[in-house]
């Protein structure tokens, strides 16, 4: 079975901070790939990245950017000079590949607050 | 382009009553998959339809039936309904059976009391 942990429950940073936000998974296959949601307060689950399980590259995008690394099967994800409007609940995903279809499995999610 | 749709955004119902809640996918996409979103919760798949038959299912009760209609739109059907049923419910379409990225929609709030 699969499994993903975000221990990190709610962050509270000011804004222009740096902030992560953990991601661990369990599975034993080993051709996945993983997710990052954002979901504001208007609840629509938002697609901010996917990566597959044979590419371990970083990946940077404006201000957000993503370190993938299998040997401690974590995928974290790093704002930089965080904003006001970068409040939001953020949720972590794993798919398996062979499936023939795609279910994704969710962390319970950290709720970000960035204040001014 | 027309994004995911659900409607209606908010219900009501009693234990024991039936509910059916429906989603229109992103134009383009042919697969929809349901979720149960509890509060405070990540969401958990229910199950997903492509080429109008459920094609896997989750951790959920036979109450938790669908369809999938030609023009690939969808509904969710609860009978029965417990207060444990009160959730978000949203629908996330994708184009075919690979793994692409899902668009969600803004989900339906369903209250049971």
């Known amino acids: 079975a699969q499994k993903v942990t975000q221990a990190q429950t709610e962050i509270s940073v000011v804004e222009k901070e740096d902030v992560t936000l953990d991601c661990v998974y369990e599975t034993r296959d080993t051709t996945y790939y993983l997710f990052w949601y954002k979901q504001p307060p208007s609840g629509e689950l938002v697609f901010l990245i996917r990566r597959n399980s044979f590419d371990e590259q970083n990946e940077i995008s404006g201000r957000y950017s993503w370190n993938f690394q299998k040997s401690t099967s974590s995928f974290n994800f790093t704002i930089t000079a965080s904003q006001v409007v970068d409040s939001a609940v953020y949720f972590c995903?794993?798919?398996?590949?062979?499936?023939?279809?795609?279910?994704?499995?969710f962390g319970t999610g950290t709720r970000l607050l960035v204040s001014p | 382009d027309a994004g995911v749709t659900q409607s209606p955004t908010h219900l009501i119902k009693t234990r024991g009553q039936q509910v059916t809640l429906r989603c229109s996918p992103k134009s383009g996409h042919d697969t929809v998959s349901w979720y149960q979103q509890a509060l405070g919760q990540g969401p958990q798949f229910i199950f997903q339809?492509?080429?109008?038959?459920?094609?896997q299912r989750g951790n959920f009760p036979d109450r938790f039936s669908g369809h999938q209609f030609p023009n690939y739109s969808s509904e969710l059907n609860v009978n029965a309904l417990l207060l444990g049923d009160s959730a978000l419910y949203l629908c996330?379409?994708?184009?075919?059976?690979?793994?692409?990225?899902?668009?969600f929609g803004p989900g339906t709030r369903l209250t049971v009391t």
């Open positions: 339809y492509y080429e109008e038959e459920e094609r």
């Open positions: 996330a379409s994708s184009l075919g059976q690979g793994v692409y990225e899902q668009y």
């Open positions: 995903a794993l798919t398996l590949m062979n499936t023939g279809f795609q279910k994704l499995v």
